[in-house]
C-alpha cells in the first residue's frame, strides 16, 4: 500500500529553518527519485527538491542556497532542511516520487510550514 507520511513543519519565524521528515513505505521508496513539493494557498503544487536513489540532488531556483534534500535508504526517509525561511515558503509541504505523481498517484497529509508575525 502507497504510505507517505511527512512531519517536521510548524510555526517560524523570517530567518528560521526548519527539518521536515518523509517516511515512505518501501514500494515509494525503493529505487526511486524523490522529491518535495510545496503548495501554497490558491496555488499549484510545485516541486521545490529532488534527489535520485544515488544522491544526486536537485533544487529549485527559488530555494536554491537556502534548501538541502537528502535521504536514508536504509530508513525509507527523505528530508527537506529549510534555512533562512522567507514569508513566501509558507505552503504545505509533500513528498513523493516523480514518477508516481506523473501517473497521478496518492498523496500523504502533508506538514504545514507557517510564519508567525
Known amino acids: 500500500q502507497v504510505q507517505l507520511v511527512e512531519s517536521g513543519g510548524g510555526l517560524v519565524q523570517p530567518g528560521g529553518s526548519l527539518r521536515l521528515s518523509c517516511a515512505a513505505s518501501e514500494s515509494i521508496f525503493k529505487a526511486r527519485t524523490m522529491g518535495w513539493y510545496r503548495q501554497a494557498p490558491g496555488k499549484q503544487r510545485e516541486l521545490v527538491a529532488s534527489?535520485?536513489?544515488?544522491?544526486?540532488?536537485n533544487v529549485a531556483d527559488s530555494v536554491k542556497g537556502r534548501f538541502t534534500i537528502s535521504r536514508d535508504n536504509a530508513k525509507n526517509t527523505v528530508y527537506l532542511q529549510m534555512n533562512s525561511l522567507k514569508p513566501k515558503d509558507t505552503s504545505v509541504y509533500y513528498c513523493?516520487?516523480?514518477?508516481?505523481?506523473?501517473?497521478?498517484?496518492?498523496w500523504g497529509q502533508g506538514t504545514q510550514v507557517t510564519f508567525s508575525s
Open positions: 534527489i535520485t536513489k544515488d544522491g544526486s540532488a
Open positions: 513523493n516520487a516523480p514518477t508516481i505523481v506523473f501517473v497521478g498517484g496518492s
